[in-house]
């Protein structure tokens, strides 16, 4: 192994002897840590069944609530792993607030470069969230991943539902900060286009 590799391997072999001899209120610590050295090794199946193990007993109330720090593991897990439909039931069996655990699965999707992926599963956000404060948050997260990606197309499909959002006086004051500097930074841009174009055009005609 090289040495990262080693270190969680030797760190695995001791969250598995501590899990398997008790379960004392640290169990859902441990089989967090242990979900995590998995990750670490490259085992993402085994990953998330541990992680989701710690979840599970989480919510019993006899150990140490980990469940909040499993969801969040969890978006990079299933984002690194590419099990998206897996991660997304999980997210939903949960109920109300899904929407966050989406938003937080798309970021990681988008390190990993996979842009496309992210853009959907907002999507899907979208689609759930019935709270207007949550859809601006989904609606900005969007524009952001769309300016990144040079999707001017997409940016202004979402610029326009958020502007009925703005409209309604449902957006921050930094949510309008933010969703102005977007569309100015938007139009400079198109204007860039149309200017180099123009300059293309007049050099053909020349």
């Known amino acids: 192994f090289p040495s990262h590799d080693r270190k969680y391997s030797q760190a695995k072999k001791y969250y598995e002897q501590v899990i398997n001899q008790s379960k004392d209120t640290w169990w859902t610590k441990d ?16 990953s998330i069944y541990w992680m989701k193990s710690s979840f599970r007993h989480s919510s019993s109330g006899k150990y140490i609530d980990m469940r909040p720090q499993v969801n969040q593991a969890l978006a990079l897990i299933y984002a690194q792993s590419g099990n998206l439909s897996e991660g997304i039931q999980f997210y939903k069996s949960q109920g109300p607030g899904v929407e966050v655990q989406l938003i937080e699965l798309s970021k990681n999707l988008k390190l990993s470069g996979k842009t496309k992926q992210a853009q959907s599963l907002l999507q899907t956000a979208q689609n759930i969230s019935i709270d207007p404060k949550m859809k601006v948050k989904i609606l900005l997260e969007k524009i952001k991943l769309a300016d990144e990606a040079r999707d001017l197309s997409l940016h202004l499909s979402d610029s326009k539902e958020l502007l009925t959002f703005y409209n309604a006086n449902e957006m921050s004051s ?6 102005k500097n977007q569309i100015q930074k938007q139009v400079a841009l198109l204007q860039k286009k149309q200017n180099l174009n123009l300059r293309k055009n007049s050099s053909q005609v020349d």
């Open 31 to 46: 089989a967090y840590n242990l979900g995590w050295c998995y990750y670490e090794t490259g085992s993402y199946k085994d």
């Open 174 to 179: 930094d949510d309008v900060e933010y969703f």
